[in-house]
């Protein structure tokens, strides 16, 4: 069983800053990638962010120069520093652990409103 432990989510006013985080904990033994996808109303999952175990980032076109990807490989923690928040970034954010087989964090809601 893997367990994956999101916190960081939250209302923001447009152009604030949140910091979302995300460990793994569990029966695993390898954690090749990390990331973040998120899922506004209405519309599909989309990824967001994601990271390799040696640290090569990948971003959707919408948040890159905004948002940041980092992860503490010692830690099994995934982060997500995201700046210069627009009311286009609402959705539910999800993390995602490539192990053995893919895992997925229960979500959490991020709202940039004024």
């Known amino acids: 069983q893997v367990q994956l432990v999101e916190s960081g989510g939250g209302l923001v006013q447009p152009g604030g800053s949140l910091r979302l985080s995300c460990a793994a904990s569990?029966?695993?033994?390898?954690?090749?990638?990390m990331g973040w996808y998120r899922q506004a109303p209405g519309k599909e999952r989309e990824l967001v962010a994601t990271?390799?175990?040696?640290?090569?980032?990948k971003y959707t076109d919408s948040v890159k120069g905004r948002f940041t990807i980092s992860r503490d490989n010692a830690k099994n923690t995934v982060y997500l520093q995201m700046n210069s928040l627009k009311p286009e970034d609402t959705a539910v954010y999800y993390c995602w652990v490539q192990a053995r087989h893919d895992y997925w964090g229960q979500g959490t809601q991020v709202t940039v409103s004024s």
């Open positions: 569990g029966s695993i033994f390898s954690i090749y990638g």
């Open positions: 990271i390799t175990f040696r640290g090569v980032t």
